[in-house]
């Protein structure tokens, strides 16, 4: 198997240096399964490519069995393993890269978190899930993939294609980050760890998926195949990468919320913002209603007053804003049958949720423009394509509207947490795009004053799920 990493960066040979692999000699790495290679077959100021050559020793593969169970006879002695990126190259990265993959480089210690131009290219990869389950890890991840299926036999085409795939990987990123995606991926895709896995497993992934595993939109899939399907240990990590710091949550909250409230209290925007959502869930016959992103509850508050709503629901990563809202709402106090209508949960709108499904509706209230790309195109998956409300309700800034304050202006977000905001063109091309991939149709109503040419201060989506034929 093999795999190689290319840069264009200059001077491209600053990879050695990060690699801790001079260009200018090959390596030999004695493993228990086989033999390690490590080689550069281009190394210029312009170009640089390091190759890593596995070359696993089927007779290792039989003698190291003892701890692998197989409902196949001759599984040991007839299968994919000496051929194929899996397990076993997450094993040479860590040992032949160990240092980088930590991020630590003695010599140019810089370097460690210079992004530049990276391209991987691993032959063969096996996908068992297909292009589809590679293209939901990686491209979350920002990269830019090509790849090519290879059939069973070309002498044979009736036989189909295979599940094996050569890959190519591109991104703008440092080395330390594509190495541990990588280390954390490969065996996800191949779904067939070599080695026994134990508690030190979760640590490996929590050290390894830091700073992106737990945004990530398939992260439940990850840790369940990394954790070679043991539910224990993939609710051990999942409730570890959820484990929110409830104090800096809140502390960033109080901040949004400070801000907002120095602009648009003069409007009393909140307050209107929260009634057009309630009216509208409210005409929509709605009896079941999850806010997502709840924050402290306001809105939760107002839609415990409504009998309309027999089961309402609050999500939201922030431990402390729900007991927050639990204070509001008054939750321990409740009468029996008031506190059965309402439930707070902590959780992500980052990754599928069981919980979210069955609703009749979901409002999500001035919540979208805090999401990075990424974020944001794992949240549309969570919510139009898994949880699939029969109505959604979305408010979010009106970007044009900002020259009307002062302190914001046309150059400005309205605070520094918001990622973006959207024009109202910008919004309308977002949710037709939304209406097209997951089957809504979307119709947009204003809230709060207008103003001529540039419209209200905030913009509100209603999503209606199209009747399947």
Known sequence: MLLTLTTTHKPA????????????????????????????????????????????????????????????????????????????????????????????????????ETRMPLTCRLSVLPCRGGEPFLRKLFEPLGYAIRSQRHVLDPQFPDWGES?????????????????????????????????????????????RGEGWLADHPEKEQIARRFLKNRTSYMREALERLMDVNPADDGEIEEKIDAVEGDVESSLNLNEERLGSVLAVLKSAGAASVVDLGCGEGKLLRMLLKEKQFRKIVGLDV??????????????????????????LIHGSLMYRDRRLQDFDAAAIVEVIEHLDEPRLRAFERTVFEFARPRVIVLTTPNREYNVVWENVGPDKLRHSDHRFEWTRADFARWADAIGQRYGYTARFLPIGKEVNDIGAPTQMAIFSAQREA
């Open 13 to 112: 040979t600053d990879m050695g240096y990060l690699l801790h692999k001079n260009p200018f000699r090959c390596y030999a790495f004695s493993l228990s399964f086989g033999l390690a290679n490590v080689f550069y077959p281009e190394a210029s100021e312009e170009k640089c490519t390091v190759a890593v050559l596995l070359d696993v020793d089927p007779v290792e593969l039989v003698r190291n069995r003892h701890h692998q169970q197989s409902t196949m006879p001759l599984d040991q002695y007839v299968n994919d393993r000496p051929y194929v990126c899996s397990s076993f190259m997450s094993v040479v990265l860590s040992r032949v890269f160990g240092q980088a993959l930590n991020g630590k480089c003695k010599e140019r210690p810089e370097l460690v």
């Open 318 to 343: 922030s431990i402390r804003s729900l007991e927050k809202a639990s204070d509001r709402l008054n939750l321990q106090d409740l009468p029996p049958m008031q506190k059965e209508r309402i439930q």
């Open 163 to 207: 599940a094996y795939y050569t890959v190519e990987l591109a991104k703008t990123t440092t080395i330390t980050e594509l190495l541990n995606h990588l280390y954390v991926l490969i065996p996800v895709l191949d779904n067939q760890k070599h080695y026994y896995v134990d508690e030190s497993e979760i640590d490996k992934l929590i050290k």
